[in-house]
């Protein structure tokens, strides 16, 4: 079953106005659901603080989801977590008094904690827009893009086609864990060899001086940004030999600046294929003035989730077994499956860095198999 759009009503505590759908007066709860009866839905996100805006985007995107079809099945009860652990315990509290059976955010790691006890005491299945697979718990999933999971499809990838010695390159940071302990898994796997992990400031990314160790086929260097190019530009400047590599990196290339090197030009990475998230943006720029931040898909997609589920399963929609569907949901960040441990999975696409944007060389499915 794919994600689907559609809905029918908001009740917002945004500080700031934004446009809204046709809104219909709230129903009360029923024991069964019928087309007639809007099903509530908690929407977690952090309107104040630091990240309003983020909350707003996010917020935007699940109205743009809403309007995409005028079939009533949720009323979405929108609750502001401030982007702390008490923000997201107080607004789950609010979500569950106003009835919601499902859950969607926050996230941020803080406040999927502090949201995640309220929701599993009260078994109201949560869907956080978090990629920490740290806070994912049974009823409490996790459906943020997964950085490790990116490294390590391209990097299986690499070796099917041969490039089995790998030297990467990470900042100082949680990114140096991440990939440290995904080489080694694959490294213990036999799928590649490591050929030595350089590690730099985060802040100074061009002072790196040290060259890919001896025989290194490719170098992985999962940043993005100015970061990247930095990075590729010192690389340069010490060894002559640079042009030899295959680069790859993961989900951070994609945005303008992998294109700004031609060096980084056939370099691969794994990520979601863009061209969905382009009808996207120009829909979500279109309605609301502005592109929308990257990860205004994930609330789009998870309001598109719970219409398609309610409309297919009505009073049993949010059971573990239909949100942990096998087959996953096809959004618009491609296929997702949702794991009973809490964690989610991504069907990832590797895309090359072509000399007009990012081209699809090993495309994901659409769904997952069955087990």
């Given at each position: 079953?794919?994600?689907?759009?559609?809905?029918?009503?908001?009740?917002?505590?945004?500080?700031?106005?934004?446009?809204?759908?046709?809104?219909?007066?709230?129903?009360?709860?029923?024991?069964?659901?019928?087309?007639?009866?809007?099903?509530?839905?908690?929407?977690?996100?952090?309107?104040?603080?630091?990240?309003?805006?983020?909350?707003?985007?996010?917020?935007?995107?699940?109205?743009?989801?809403?309007?995409?079809?005028?079939?009533?099945?949720?009323?979405?009860?929108?609750?502001?977590?401030?982007?702390?652990?008490?923000?997201?315990?107080e607004a789950a509290q609010r979500a569950v008094a106003g009835g919601a059976r499902l859950i969607l955010g926050p996230?941020?790691?803080?406040?999927?904690?502090?949201a995640g006890e309220v929701a599993r005491a009260a078994q109201v299945p949560l869907v956080s827009f978090s990629n920490?697979?740290?806070?994912?718990?049974?009823?409490?999933?996790?459906?943020?893009?997964?950085?490790?999971?990116?490294?390590?499809?391209?990097?299986?990838?690499?070796?099917?086609?041969?490039?089995?010695?790998?030297?990467?390159?990470?900042?100082?940071?949680?990114?140096?864990?991440?990939?440290?302990?995904?080489?080694?898994?694959?490294?213990?796997?036999?799928?590649?060899?490591?050929?030595?992990?350089?590690?730099?400031?985060?802040?100074?990314?061009?002072?790196?001086?040290?060259?890919?160790?001896?025989?290194?086929?490719?170098?992985?260097?999962?940043?993005?940004?100015?970061?990247?190019?930095?990075?590729?530009?010192?690389?340069?400047?010490?060894?002559?030999?640079?042009?030899?590599?295959?680069?790859?990196?993961?989900?951070?290339?994609?945005?303008?600046?992998?294109?700004?090197?031609?060096?980084?030009?056939?370099?691969?990475?794994?990520?979601?294929?863009?061209?969905?998230?382009?009808?996207?943006?120009?829909?979500?720029?279109?309605?609301?003035?502005?592109?929308?931040?990257?990860?205004?898909?994930?609330?789009?997609?998870?309001?598109?989730?719970?219409?398609?589920?309610?409309?297919?399963?009505?009073?049993?929609?949010?059971?573990?077994?239909?949100?942990?569907?096998?087959?996953?949901?096809?959004?618009?960040?491609?296929?997702?499956?949702?794991?009973?441990?809490?964690?989610?999975?991504?069907?990832?696409?590797?895309?090359?860095?072509?000399?007009?944007?990012?081209?699809?060389?090993?495309?994901?499915?659409?769904?997952?198999?069955?087990?």
């Amino acid at each position: 079953m794919g994600l689907m759009q559609g809905c029918s009503t908001v009740k917002s505590p945004a500080p700031e106005p934004v446009p809204t759908p046709r809104v219909i007066p709230a129903r009360p709860a029923a024991p069964e659901i019928s087309k007639s009866t809007l099903v509530k839905v908690g929407l977690l996100l952090p309107l104040s603080g630091e990240q309003a805006a983020l909350g707003k985007a996010m917020l935007q995107s699940a109205q743009l989801s809403l309007m995409s079809s005028t079939a009533d099945a949720l009323e979405l009860l929108v609750e502001d977590t401030k982007g702390t652990k008490e923000g997201g315990r107080e607004a789950a509290q609010r979500a569950v008094a106003g009835g919601a059976r499902l859950i969607l955010g926050p996230v941020f790691s803080d406040a999927v904690i502090g949201a995640g006890e309220v929701a599993r005491a009260a078994q109201v299945p949560l869907v956080s827009f978090s990629n920490n697979q740290a806070v994912a718990k049974p009823g409490v999933y996790i459906v943020g893009f997964d950085p490790g999971a990116q490294l390590e499809r391209v990097l299986r990838f690499a070796a099917k086609k041969g490039l089995t010695r790998v030297a990467t390159y990470v900042p100082k940071d949680a990114n140096a864990d991440l990939a440290d302990r995904i080489v080694k898994a694959l490294v213990q796997e036999r799928v590649i060899t490591s050929t030595g992990v350089v590690t730099y400031e985060p802040q100074n990314p061009g002072l790196v001086t040290r060259k890919p160790g001896v025989g290194t086929q490719a170098v992985l260097i999962p940043e993005g940004g100015q970061n990247l190019v930095r990075i590729v530009e010192a690389l340069l400047y010490h060894d002559t030999s640079f042009d030899q590599y295959k680069l790859l990196g993961s989900g951070q290339w994609d945005g303008p600046a992998a294109k700004a090197r031609h060096e980084i030009r056939g370099g691969w990475f794994a990520a979601p294929v863009p061209s969905a998230r382009v009808d996207f943006e120009a829909r979500f720029k279109n309605t609301f003035g502005y592109v929308p931040p990257r990860l205004s898909t994930l609330s789009y997609d998870a309001v598109s989730l719970a219409r398609a589920l309610v409309l297919r399963f009505k009073a049993q929609a949010f059971t573990a077994q239909h949100l942990e569907t096998p087959q996953g949901f096809l959004g618009i960040d491609g296929p997702v499956r949702l794991r009973a441990n809490g964690v989610s999975e991504r069907a990832m696409a590797v895309l090359e860095v072509g000399p007009s944007g990012f081209e699809v060389i090993d495309p994901a499915p659409r769904l997952f198999e069955k087990e």
